[in-house]
Protein backbone atom coordinates (compact mmCIF):
# COMPACT_ATOMS: atom_id res chain seq x y z
CA UNK A 1 0.00 0.00 0.00
CA UNK A 2 1.50 3.43 -0.98
CA UNK A 3 0.62 6.03 1.11
CA UNK A 4 1.16 9.57 0.66
CA UNK A 5 2.96 11.52 3.57
CA UNK A 6 1.47 15.68 3.80
CA UNK A 7 3.03 17.71 6.65
CA UNK A 8 1.09 20.46 8.65
CA UNK A 9 2.34 22.56 11.02
CA UNK A 10 0.73 23.05 14.40
CA UNK A 11 2.62 25.60 16.85
CA UNK A 12 5.91 25.23 14.85
CA UNK A 13 5.62 21.00 15.05
CA UNK A 14 4.65 19.29 11.78
CA UNK A 15 1.95 17.04 12.52
CA UNK A 16 1.95 13.84 10.04
CA UNK A 17 -0.87 13.08 8.12
CA UNK A 18 -1.19 9.73 6.02
CA UNK A 19 -4.02 10.07 3.22
CA UNK A 20 -5.00 6.44 2.85
CA UNK A 21 -6.23 4.66 -0.28
CA UNK A 22 -10.25 4.94 0.50
CA UNK A 23 -9.80 8.65 1.18
CA UNK A 24 -7.96 9.52 -1.92
CA UNK A 25 -10.71 7.17 -4.27
CA UNK A 26 -13.46 8.55 -2.40
CA UNK A 27 -11.93 12.40 -3.17
CA UNK A 28 -12.15 11.15 -6.72
CA UNK A 29 -15.45 9.77 -6.51
CA UNK A 30 -16.72 13.25 -5.31
CA UNK A 31 -14.80 15.24 -7.51
CA UNK A 32 -16.50 13.40 -10.69
CA UNK A 33 -20.33 14.06 -9.12
CA UNK A 34 -19.14 17.72 -8.56
CA UNK A 35 -18.53 18.32 -5.37
CA UNK A 36 -16.16 21.37 -4.42
CA UNK A 37 -13.80 21.70 -2.00
CA UNK A 38 -15.04 22.26 1.05
CA UNK A 39 -18.20 20.13 0.24
CA UNK A 40 -15.61 16.67 -0.08
CA UNK A 41 -13.59 18.40 3.00
CA UNK A 42 -16.86 17.90 5.02
CA UNK A 43 -17.97 14.66 3.70
CA UNK A 44 -14.27 13.23 4.24
CA UNK A 45 -13.21 15.08 7.22
CA UNK A 46 -10.25 15.72 5.89
CA UNK A 47 -8.50 19.43 6.52
CA UNK A 48 -9.70 22.02 3.10
CA UNK A 49 -6.16 22.45 2.03
CA UNK A 50 -5.28 18.59 2.19
CA UNK A 51 -8.14 18.30 -0.08
CA UNK A 52 -7.30 21.49 -2.60
CA UNK A 53 -3.73 20.07 -2.65
CA UNK A 54 -4.84 16.65 -3.70
CA UNK A 55 -7.36 18.12 -6.34
CA UNK A 56 -5.13 20.16 -7.89
CA UNK A 57 -2.38 17.48 -7.83
CA UNK A 58 -4.47 14.91 -9.41
CA UNK A 59 -6.69 16.66 -11.84
CA UNK A 60 -9.74 14.70 -12.52
CA UNK A 61 -12.45 14.95 -15.61
CA UNK A 62 -16.09 15.53 -14.61
CA UNK A 63 -17.37 12.84 -16.76
CA UNK A 64 -20.93 15.27 -17.78
CA UNK A 65 -21.96 18.19 -17.52
CA UNK A 66 -25.43 19.85 -16.19
CA UNK A 67 -27.55 20.22 -19.15
CA UNK A 68 -28.58 23.65 -18.33
CA UNK A 69 -25.15 24.75 -18.98
CA UNK A 70 -24.58 22.51 -22.61
CA UNK A 71 -26.40 24.62 -24.73
CA UNK A 72 -26.42 28.55 -25.49
CA UNK A 73 -28.81 30.40 -23.82
CA UNK A 74 -29.80 32.23 -27.35
CA UNK A 75 -29.53 29.72 -30.08
CA UNK A 76 -29.50 26.60 -27.70
CA UNK A 77 -26.48 25.06 -29.79
CA UNK A 78 -24.38 22.89 -27.71
CA UNK A 79 -21.36 24.12 -26.21
CA UNK A 80 -17.97 22.44 -25.69
CA UNK A 81 -16.92 23.47 -22.09
CA UNK A 82 -13.74 23.33 -21.06
CA UNK A 83 -12.59 21.61 -17.56
CA UNK A 84 -11.32 23.59 -14.39
CA UNK A 85 -12.52 26.61 -16.58
CA UNK A 86 -15.28 28.86 -16.27
CA UNK A 87 -18.89 27.13 -17.77
CA UNK A 88 -19.59 28.88 -20.75
CA UNK A 89 -23.23 30.37 -21.55
CA UNK A 90 -23.01 31.66 -25.05
CA UNK A 91 -21.48 30.58 -28.30
CA UNK A 92 -20.06 33.64 -29.17
CA UNK A 93 -20.27 37.14 -28.70
CA UNK A 94 -23.35 37.90 -31.18
CA UNK A 95 -25.85 35.43 -29.12
CA UNK A 96 -24.41 36.96 -26.01
CA UNK A 97 -25.28 40.50 -27.02
CA UNK A 98 -28.54 39.16 -28.42
CA UNK A 99 -29.76 37.69 -25.29
CA UNK A 100 -28.90 40.31 -22.91
CA UNK A 101 -30.82 42.69 -25.82
CA UNK A 102 -33.59 39.88 -25.39
CA UNK A 103 -33.24 40.07 -21.58
CA UNK A 104 -33.60 44.11 -20.31
CA UNK A 105 -34.77 42.51 -16.97
CA UNK A 106 -31.05 40.73 -16.19
CA UNK A 107 -29.44 43.98 -17.25
CA UNK A 108 -31.45 46.07 -14.57
CA UNK A 109 -30.62 43.79 -11.81
CA UNK A 110 -26.91 43.30 -13.39
CA UNK A 111 -27.06 46.57 -12.54
CA UNK A 112 -27.98 46.82 -9.43
CA UNK A 113 -26.11 44.24 -8.13
CA UNK A 114 -23.02 45.97 -9.10
CA UNK A 115 -24.10 48.69 -7.66
CA UNK A 116 -25.03 47.69 -4.24
CA UNK A 117 -21.42 46.36 -3.95
CA UNK A 118 -20.09 49.99 -4.92
CA UNK A 119 -22.48 51.62 -2.18
CA UNK A 120 -20.93 48.79 0.70
CA UNK A 121 -17.74 49.84 -0.44
CA UNK A 122 -18.55 53.72 -0.46
CA UNK A 123 -20.37 52.75 3.20
CA UNK A 124 -16.65 51.41 3.93
CA UNK A 125 -15.23 54.77 3.07
CA UNK A 126 -12.91 51.96 0.58
CA UNK A 127 -13.81 54.42 -2.32
CA UNK A 128 -14.65 58.53 -2.63
CA UNK A 129 -17.72 59.50 -3.95
CA UNK A 130 -16.13 61.30 -7.00
CA UNK A 131 -15.22 56.98 -7.52
CA UNK A 132 -18.41 55.90 -6.97
CA UNK A 133 -20.05 58.27 -9.33
CA UNK A 134 -17.45 57.01 -12.14
CA UNK A 135 -17.92 53.68 -11.10
CA UNK A 136 -22.15 54.52 -11.51
CA UNK A 137 -21.56 55.83 -14.64
CA UNK A 138 -19.22 53.21 -15.92
CA UNK A 139 -21.69 50.39 -14.73
CA UNK A 140 -24.81 51.95 -16.15
CA UNK A 141 -23.17 52.41 -19.82
CA UNK A 142 -22.23 48.80 -19.39
CA UNK A 143 -25.65 47.98 -18.72
CA UNK A 144 -27.88 49.92 -21.03
CA UNK A 145 -29.38 52.38 -17.90
CA UNK A 146 -30.66 55.73 -19.23
CA UNK A 147 -28.90 58.51 -17.27
CA UNK A 148 -32.57 59.40 -16.69
CA UNK A 149 -33.89 56.31 -15.35
CA UNK A 150 -35.45 56.13 -12.03
CA UNK A 151 -33.28 53.31 -11.39
CA UNK A 152 -30.06 55.52 -10.74
Known sequence: MSSKVSAIRFMHKPIILIMTDTERSRIVELQQQG????????ITGLPLNTVKSFCARHH??????????????????????????????FCSDACRMAWWNAHPERR????????????????????????YAKIDTIIAEKYGISSCSIFR
Open 35 to 42: YGYKKISA
Open 108 to 131: LMAYQTAMALARSMRSKGLISAKE
Open 60 to 89: VQIKEMPDSNALCRNCLTPLEQTPHKRKRM
